[in-house]
């Protein structure tokens, strides 16, 4: 199983970023997707996630900002970010679950690619 980020980068306030998450090794489909993100001297946080059905979920820091999407047949998972502010500067990583779980349950997520750094300033 491998998760691989990318599309992370530096950006002014108020711009926006796409990240993917390209997995290998596994059908996505057979599990939840999730985005989180750890800043540094702060704990690792779920950001959004997509189950098995397709169900998303949003942390309050992100929603109406970023939205979470999967394809299935690409294998891959994207987060679209708009509206970016400083506190959204993290190292961001994708994640694979349990069919039914969500960004909110961390240790449910047994998959985990290397990260992509997000910078706003």
């Known amino acids: 199983v491998q998760l691989v980020e990318s599309g992370g980068g530096s950006v002014q306030a108020g711009e926006s970023l796409r990240l993917s998450c390209e997995a290998s090794?596994?059908?996505?489909?057979?599990?939840?997707m999730g985005w989180f993100r750890q800043a540094p001297g702060k704990e690792r946080e779920g950001v959004a996630s997509i189950d098995g059905d397709g169900h998303t979920g949003y942390a309050s820091s992100v929603k109406g900002r970023f939205t979470v999407s999967r394809d299935n047949a690409r294998q891959t998972l994207n987060l679209q970010m708009n509206g970016l502010n400083s506190d959204d500067t993290a190292m961001y990583y994708c994640?694979?679950?349990?069919?039914?779980?969500?960004?909110?349950?961390?240790?449910?997520?047994?998959?985990w690619g290397q990260g992509t750094q997000v910078t706003v300033s």
């Open positions: 994640a694979a679950g349990a069919f039914y779980t969500d960004y909110q349950h961390l240790s449910d997520f047994k998959y």
């Open positions: 090794g596994y059908l996505i489909s057979r599990y939840s």
